[in-house]
C-alpha cells in the first residue's frame, strides 16, 4: 500500500495511462486533491483545487472524476444521498453514518473474515467500488447517543 500522496498520484496515473486515458493537468489536479483526503464530494474536490490555484469547472471536474471511477484509479462510497470518492490504490473497506454522514474505514482482516463468515452461509456480499472494497451503513456513537432518551 502506498501512503505518500505523490507516490499515490503517480500510481492513479499509471492506472489512468493502462485505460487509456491520457495524463492531464486538470486530471493530475483532480487526483492529487483526493490524495490528501480521505473521501470528498465533487464540489469538495472542485474547491481544493481552486484553493491550489488551478481553474477548472465543476462540470469538468465532474466528468474527470467519471473517467477516473472508470479507469479503475478512483473509487465512490455514497454517503448521504451524494457521491464521495477516494483513491483506489489498495482494497479498502468503509463504515459510513447515515445521520451525519461521518465516514471511517474498517479493518480489512475483520470485513473479510465476516464475508467469509456469510459466503459459508450461503450469502453472497456485494462489493462496492472499484477497488472491491465493502460499505456497511449504520448509525457512529454520537449520533446514537442524541437520539437515546435522555
Keep these: 500500500m502506498t501512503e505518500n500522496a505523490d507516490d499515490r498520484v503517480a500510481a492513479a496515473l499509471v492506472a489512468l495511462r493502462d ?89 480489512p482482516d475483520l470485513v473479510d473474515a465476516l464475508i467469509k463468515v456469510m459466503n459459508l452461509k450461503d450469502f453472497t456480499v456485494d462489493r462496492d467500488g472499484r477497488d472491491g472494497g465493502v460499505v456497511v451503513y449504520g448509525r457512529c456513537g454520537a449520533c446514537r447517543q442524541l437520539s437515546e432518551p435522555a
Design 19 to 107: 485505460s487509456g486515458r491520457r495524463r492531464t493537468l486538470a486530471r493530475q489536479a483532480v487526483l492529487q486533491a483526493l490524495a490528501n483526503a480521505t473521501h470528498l464530494s465533487a464540489a469538495q474536490v472542485h474547491d481544493r483545487i481552486a484553493v491550489a490555484g488551478t481553474r477548472i469547472d465543476l462540470s469538468t471536474v465532474h466528468r474527470i472524476l467519471t473517467a477516473l471511477v472508470t479507469a479503475g484509479a478512483v473509487h465512490v462510497v455514497p454517503v448521504r444521498g451524494r457521491l464521495t470518492y477516494g483513491l483506489a490504490d489498495h482494497p479498502h473497506h468503509h463504515a459510513v453514518c447515515g445521520s451525519c454522514g461521518d465516514l471511517r474505514q474498517l479493518p
